[in-house]
């Protein structure tokens, strides 16, 4: 019964120890965080990412119809829509923030439909 007990003591130990090496799960994913809209989709957003100081951001369309972004702040929109043409970048757009935030991109479909549209983005904050 004392090798049992003494075995059980060894494993929490051992949890425990392993488990203070990895930092606890939050809303915000990290530092930059990346998105796919693909075509059955009218929007797609990435994770959220803190920032310490600047936040950049890109999206690619690689669709043949117009699409938009939007840079959000702990959900609420702090840019206007920003269009990127089909076959084109937004280049590295920058914010620079006034406080320590989590920041999200969210990309949207501009064909007639809603949908049809396929672009990739990406949030990075540092």
Same mark, same amino acid.
């Given at each position: 019964m004392r090798k049992y007990f003494m075995?059980? =003591?060894?494993?929490?130990?051992?949890? !425990? @120890?392993?488990?203070? /090496?990895?930092?606890?799960?939050?809303?915000?994913?990290?530092?930059s965080s990346s998105v796919t809209l693909y075509s059955y989709q009218t929007s797609a957003t990435t994770?959220?990412?803190?920032?310490?100081?600047?936040?950049?951001?890109?999206? =690619?369309?690689?669709?043949?119809?117009? !699409? @938009?972004?939007?840079? /959000?702040?702990?959900?609420v929109a702090v840019t206007d829509y920003v269009t990127v043409a089909p076959g084109k970048s937004s280049g590295n757009?920058?914010?620079?923030?006034?406080?320590?935030?989590?920041?999200?991109?969210?990309?949207?479909c501009n064909s007639p439909t809603g949908t049809g549209c396929t672009a990739n983005g990406a949030i990075i904050g540092y």
């Open positions: 075995g059980m =003591v060894a494993l929490l130990l051992t949890i !425990v @120890s392993i488990s203070s /090496f990895y930092p606890s799960a939050s809303a915000a994913s990290g530092y994770e959220r990412v803190n920032t310490v100081g600047t936040v950049q951001t890109n999206v =690619v369309n690689t669709g043949i119809y117009n !699409v @938009s972004y939007r840079v /959000f702040r702990e959900g757009p920058t914010i620079s923030p006034t406080q320590n935030a989590e920041y999200s991109l969210r990309i949207y």
